[in-house]
């Protein structure tokens, strides 16, 4: 099948796919052309959306028709990997390991047969990537899960999960960005807010973004929790 491909979507809407898998190097691409989109600041486009390998793209078709909007994102695509500045931005995000916060932990090294520890270790020493943002507001689909802790969801979700925990599920990692169902394990706690409704920034997290959690104790976890949100995010951006 020829890639990448452009699918309407009802009259006010199409999407750029760019393959059939998930991987980072796609992944990358619809970055670089979601990028592309945003500094060309097309009138006729009101919304973009990156998932995993493709690009929703909303747009007013009274000020540009469809094969008008495909002609003028082909074009984008030659210069999106120009325009794709260093806007991904690094994260080292504070975890505490620890009870009451990490209420799946004995749970999950029983179902995968290693010690919390070997858990901890596996989760922190991994490199991951924002795929998407997707569930509930500013919730980071996190790619890069080492194999070892690959698991099956809950079998009975929870009917309500705390604003940051960390939490595993199939073979990815996530923040839980508001109080939420889910069936995802928790493994541990942050302080930070993937959401802040009425910040200037209210998702903290982008796609093509990368995130390597750090172990912390009660101690620190506290002083965190105590920061003002922008003294707290000054800590943990690693780089731009």
Not at 103 to 110: C, G, M, S, T
Request: glycine letters at 8%; a negative charge.
């Amino acid at each position: 099948m020829y890639y990448p491909r452009f699918l309407p979507l009802g009259d006010t809407a199409l999407s750029v796919e760019f393959g059939d898998s998930i991987s980072p190097e796609l992944n990358q691409a619809v970055v670089d052309l979601d990028l592309a989109v945003r500094a060309a600041k097309l009138e006729s486009i009101t919304e973009t959306a990156p998932s995993y390998r493709s690009l929703l793209i909303c747009y007013e078709p009274a000020l540009m028709s469809f094969d008008a909007l495909v002609a003028a994102l082909r074009g984008l695509m030659s210069l999106a990997k120009q325009t794709a500045s260093a806007t991904a931005v690094a994260w080292s995000v504070p975890v505490l390991y620890e009870p009451p916060f990490a209420d799946d932990l004995p749970d999950v090294a029983r179902q995968l047969g290693l010690s919390a520890e070997a858990i901890i270790g596996l989760h922190t020493g991994a490199a991951y990537r924002v795929y998407m943002l997707g569930f509930a507001p500013g919730w980071p689909y996190l790619g890069g899960l080492p194999e070892a802790l690959h698991t099956s969801r809950k079998e009975t979700p929870r009917a309500q999960v705390p604003i940051g925990a960390i939490v595993i599920g199939g073979v990815q990692a996530g923040i839980v960005p508001i109080t939420t169902p889910s069936g995802w394990h928790i493994i541990g706690q942050t302080p930070l807010r993937p959401f802040e409704p009425d910040g200037k920034k209210p998702f903290l997290f982008g796609a093509g973004d990368s995130v390597r959690f750090r172990r912390v104790d009660k101690a620190e976890f506290d002083v965190l929790s105590a920061l003002s949100p922008e003294a707290l995010l000054e800590m943990v951006r690693t780089e731009r």
